[in-house]
């Protein structure tokens, strides 16, 4: 079984520039996580899609964060225009369901650095 | 607001002992507590669930206790080897409805020397 994939794995760009991360999820899961893992702290929940509605998004900061899973597949995450304490691990989850039994799985997650 | 602390933030052990790792957490009214496992440059692996009704649960080498009362979780790594060596990270989560929404501690890196 294919797990969660996430692209690119890597990313360098400069303050006040913008960037974008994609996420596919297992096949079959419905709700989708976005988690923003600051070095040597543990990841902390940005958003949470169920199919493509959003069930939580309080700790986004929306002025600079936008996230959108359109047909409730994919995912993208975007972070315009970028700051320094942006810099992160963005992990993407999954689960089938949203609830008990639905265990979280974790992509390798995309490493931004922002100069 | 809860939070979750993990003490040491980093663990050295030969090859053959035992391992204890500690999580804390300041509000004790949990869903549920996970442990998870994250290898450099990798994404997370969950390894046990504890639900809050639960004092305990084992898989393999790997057993965990839950304190409710007492805000105290602690995951026990038997006759540990080199392939242990991660950084190991617990996470609760507060209700049903924010069953996906984990707050972490912020790990505790092992390594284990042959």
């Known amino acids: 079984e294919a797990g969660v994939a996430q692209s690119p794995r890597y990313k360098i760009i400069e303050k006040r520039q913008s960037v974008a991360f994609w996420c596919n999820p297992i096949s079959g899961h419905a709700t989708l996580y976005w988690y923003q893992q600051i070095l040597g702290q543990g990841p902390k929940l940005l958003i949470q899609f169920q199919n493509n509605g959003v069930v939580d998004d309080s700790q986004l900061p929306k002025d600079r964060f936008s996230a959108e899973r359109l047909k409730g597949v994919d995912s993208t995450l975007k972070i315009q225009p970028a700051k320094l304490e942006d810099s992160a691990v963005y992990l993407c989850?999954?689960?089938?369901?949203?609830?008990?039994?639905?265990?979280?799985?974790f992509g390798e997650g995309s490493r931004l650095t922002v100069l | 607001k809860q939070e979750v602390t993990q003490i040491p933030a980093a663990l050295s052990v030969p090859e053959g002992e035992n391992l204890v790792l500690n999580c804390s957490f300041t509000?004790?009214?949990?869903?549920?507590l996970q442990w998870f496992r994250q290898d450099p440059g990798k994404g997370l692996t969950s390894l046990l669930l504890?639900?809050?009704?639960?004092r305990e649960q084992t898989s393999g080498r790997l057993n965990a206790s839950l304190d409710k009362s007492s805000g105290r979780s602690t995951l026990y790594i038997a006759a540990s080897q080199p392939g242990d060596s991660a950084t190991y990270l617990c996470a609760v989560s507060m209700t049903t409805d924010s069953w996906g929404k984990l707050q972490f501690g912020a790990g505790t890196q092992v390594v284990v020397t042959p």
């Open positions: 509000d004790s009214a949990i869903y549920n």
């Open positions: 989850a999954s689960s089938f369901q949203r609830g008990p039994g639905g265990e979280l799985f």
């Open positions: 504890i639900q809050s009704s639960q």
